[in-house]
T-cell receptor
Framework: EAGVAQSPRYKIIEKRQSVAFWCNPI?????LYWYQQILGQGPKLLIQ????????DSQLPKDRFSAERLKGVDSTLKIQPAKLEDSAVYLC???????????????FGPGTRLTVT | AQSVAQPEDQVKVAEGNPLTVKCTYS??????LFWYVQYPNRGLQFLLK??????LVKGSYGFEAEFNKSQTSFHLKKPSALVSDSALYFC????????????FGSGTQLTVLP
């Protein structure tokens, strides 16, 4: 079974530029998450999708961050314009719907390391 | 609000010795508890979870964790550490039966010395 795919793996941009990250979840997983992991901290949830609907985006800085999950499969996270404090690893995760032995388990991609200079 | 504390930024143990990585949590109602491991330049990998049932949970790679409701703890343990266990470990919690999502601790860097 293929894992969660993310691209690019690394990105360096200047402040005020825009950037986009892509995620393809595990086939059949209905729920998709985007996390921000700042160096030395645990991941922080930015947004959660179930199929193509948003379940939770309470911690997404909506003035500069946006995300979409068209057709309920892959997803894109965008930052425009970027700030220095956006430097972090952006992790995508997916999980099946609740129920069964895999309930509540999230499967993470390798992440995209963003450096804003 | 729900929260997780990992009181030790770093843990060092000798290979073959038992290891413990500590985690305490705060959440309303019944907790769902998780341990994840992160190797350099890789995403998080699921190790084990406690949802309900037996307080001692066994997971991947010989790891186990004990849920202690009175102490609100969920410490990760392994009887005999391997050098390859060296990694960053995260504890996470969510409120059971709710739509609230995972809250992660700040992580503990485990180093197993040969």
């Amino acid at each position: 079974e293929a894992g969660v795919a993310q691209s690019p793996r690394y990105k360096i941009i200047e402040k005020r530029q825009s950037v986009a990250f892509w995620c393809n979840p595990i086939s059949g997983h209905a729920t998709l998450y985007w996390y921000q992991q700042i160096l030395g901290q645990g991941p922080k949830l930015l947004i959660q999708f179930q199929n193509n609907g948003v379940v939770d985006d309470s911690q997404l800085p909506k003035d500069r961050f946006s995300a979409e999950r068209l057709k309920g499969v892959d997803s894109t996270l965008k930052i425009q314009p970027a700030k220095l404090e956006d430097s972090a690893v952006y992790l995508c995760a997916s999980s099946p719907l609740s129920g069964g032995p895999l309930a509540y388990e999230q499967y993470f991609g390798p992440g995209t390391r963003l450096t804003v200079t | 609000a729900q929260s997780v504390a990992q009181p030790e930024d770093q843990v060092k143990v000798a290979e073959g010795n038992p290891l413990t990585v500590k985690c305490t949590y705060s959440v309303s109602g019944n907790p769902y508890l998780f341990w994840y491991v992160q190797y350099p330049n890789r995403g998080l990998q699921f190790l084990l979870k406690y949802i309900t049932g037996d307080n001692l949970v066994k997971g991947s790679y010989g790891f186990e964790a004990e849920f202690n409701k009175s102490q609100t703890s969920f410490h990760l343990k392994k009887p005999s550490a391997l050098v390859s266990d060296s990694a960053l470990y995260f504890c996470a919690v969510r409120q059971g039966g709710s739509a609230r999502q995972l809250t992660f601790g700040s992580g503990t860097q485990l180093t197993v010395l040969p």
